[in-house]
């Protein structure tokens, strides 16, 4: 009777808990339960169960937490792709209460029978519990190996959830990335819109501001093109001079080249022009002299510089506006400012600048001494003032600009010191004649003898200015048999001035009155005339002036 009381206190313990679940999960098991606890309820007085049927008893009750949590598992598969697996542990579940039920029920068949009858069974092993109780746990095994397909579905079916829950999430990541890329290429153009026309706007103002230094009838560009490329093979030795090499490394800031007029000066500073340019290392300006009053003067060249580097890198014009603007309408003929300011430029520039002054010399009266003073204080400065700016100068080997760079490195192009020019001379004589002898239709025969003749005739001391003033006569001619033109080339003059007499007696007699005039104009003018003002002086001095 003790025995039953045990085994009674632990089905009463649980009791409540698992009627209230199996009711809610499965009713078949529920209402058995509910049987068996009623009978239960009056074995308090039965007679003791066996050691295994009490063991069968007690393991049963202390399962029931488990079997609550299944039924709560059961519950959680209703539908869904889950609804196959529930059928199949629900089966299983109600075929292990229907074990425990029957074990529960022969259990209490024991309790109503008598202690004799009972020890008889046990002896005899009537009824084995525990091979019932082995059933009872087997059913329990193939739950627990089914539910591991509950946890495995469960993990797969959490796994889709979350791919497409990511699916999604990326799909409207993708949409909105698309929304924001889309609303970035807006902005960025309306950006573009912004900046190109501040930029617009800040180009306008610069070329403004650049314009300054424009002044009319200011081409230097035109003015360099003047003068003739050189012949091919020339100008080569000035470049692999050591005085030329050590300024271009920075030895000294201002190269001085000198030669007498006709020597090839302005030739060979246009074939600097084109070398440097094409070499792309540094910003190369020039200014070249011209027989015009603008391309004479000091402050015209400083302007025309400027203005080239300006041009190059519009940005500079900007960032030296208010000098600019400070210099007002006289900037442009101011020497002082005009130089200042180039100072300011070249400290601002990122390449090397390198200015060319063709003809020093040349300069009007009212600005040589300054520009001369300027470019003496530039070659003094420290190396550390205006590092970038380099300045290579030609002139005529006047005293007051030799004397004024004396410790200045300078090149002198004169043939009694250089058989390289000499040479030079040689190669340009035959690149005109070959030209020429396809312009006169010349045999090949002839054009040799032309050009050998050409060489053997000159002087020493022939410049271009020499060849120049040759084929300017031999130009004149017409077509002439090939005895003719050999004569011809023997009767020409052997010097310049001999050239220039030779060219104004074939000026013809009616037209003589009017060159001797214009010459005479010419050496008595104090500046040099414009052809306007020439044509109202020889109408004058002919007396057909109204």
Request: charged share 25%.
């Amino acid at each position: 009777m003790e025995k039953a009381g045990t085994v009674s206190d632990v089905l009463k313990a649980v009791g409540d808990i698992i009627q209230s679940t199996l009711s809610a999960s499965v009713p078949q098991a529920g209402a058995a339960w509910m049987g068996v606890s009623i009978l239960l309820k009056g074995l308090s007085n039965a007679a003791g169960e066996s050691a295994a049927n009490r063991e069968g008893i007690l393991y049963v009750g202390s399962r029931f937490g488990w079997y609550r949590q299944l039924f709560s598992i059961l519950d959680s598969l209703a539908g869904g792709q889950l609804g196959e697996l529930r059928q199949q542990l629900e089966a299983m579940a109600i075929d292990l209460f229907a074990k425990i039920f029957t074990y529960q029920m022969s259990s209490v068949g024991d309790y109503f029978r008598s202690q004799l009858s009972v020890t008889i069974c046990n002896a005899f092993r009537a009824r084995d519990w525990a091979r019932d109780l082995g059933a009872i746990k087997d059913c329990e095994e193939g739950l627990r190996e089914c539910l591991k397909q509950y946890d495995n579905r469960t993990e797969i079916k959490h796994l889709s959830d979350l791919a497409r829950t990511a699916f999604s999430l990326e799909a409207g990541m993708t949409r909105q990335l698309a929304e924001l890329g889309e609303i970035r290429r807006v902005q960025a153009e309306l950006l573009a819109v912004q900046r190109a026309g501040a930029e617009k706007k800040e180009l306008d103002e610069a070329y403004k501001l650049i314009g300054k230094f424009k002044v009319s009838g200011l081409s230097y560009e035109e003015f360099m093109d003047r003068n003739p490329d050189p012949a091919e093979g020339t100008c080569g030795w000035f470049l692999k001079d050591d005085r030329v090499l050590d300024w271009e490394k920075g030895g000294k800031k201002l190269l001085l080249v000198k030669a007498m007029p006709g020597q090839g000066k302005s030739v060979l500073a246009r074939a600097l022009v084109k070398k440097w340019r094409n070499g792309g290392q540094a910003t190369v300006c020039h200014f070249f002299k011209d027989t015009n009053l603008i391309q004479k003067r000091a402050d015209m060249a400083l302007c025309a510089i400027l203005h080239q580097i300006l041009t190059k890198d519009p940005s500079l014009a900007l960032k030296v506006k208010n000098e600019i603007n400070q210099g007002g309408e006289g900037l442009p003929g101011s020497m002082t400012d005009l130089w200042n300011l180039l100072e300011v430029v070249t400290l601002l520039v990122k390449e090397p600048i390198i200015c060319i002054f063709d003809a020093l010399d040349e300069c009007d009266d009212e600005h040589p001494q300054m520009l001369l003073d300027r470019l003496s204080t530039f070659c003094n400065a420290e190396e550390t003032r205006n590092p970038k700016l380099k300045i290579l100068a030609t002139t005529r080997p006047i005293d007051r600009i030799i004397n004024k760079f004396r410790n200045v490195p300078n090149i002198g192009l004169n043939p009694n010191d250089s058989t390289i020019l000499a040479s030079e001379i040689e190669s340009v004589i035959k690149m005109r004649v070959g030209t020429m002898a396809k312009e006169k239709g010349w045999s090949n025969e002839l054009r040799i003898r032309i050009e050998e003749s050409l060489r053997g005739t000159g002087t020493p001391q022939n410049t271009y200015l020499w060849l120049r003033l040759i084929f300017e006569l031999l130009d004149k001619e017409p077509a002439l048999p090939d005895e003719d033109w050999l004569t011809l080339i023997t009767e020409l003059p052997p010097t310049v001035n001999g050239a220039y007499e030779k060219l104004l007696r074939s000026v013809d007699a009616k037209r003589k009155f009017y060159v001797r005039e214009l010459l005479s104009i010419m050496i008595c003018a104090a500046t040099p005339l414009t052809a306007e003002e020439v044509n109202i002086a020889l109408r004058v001095a002919s007396g057909t002036m109204n």
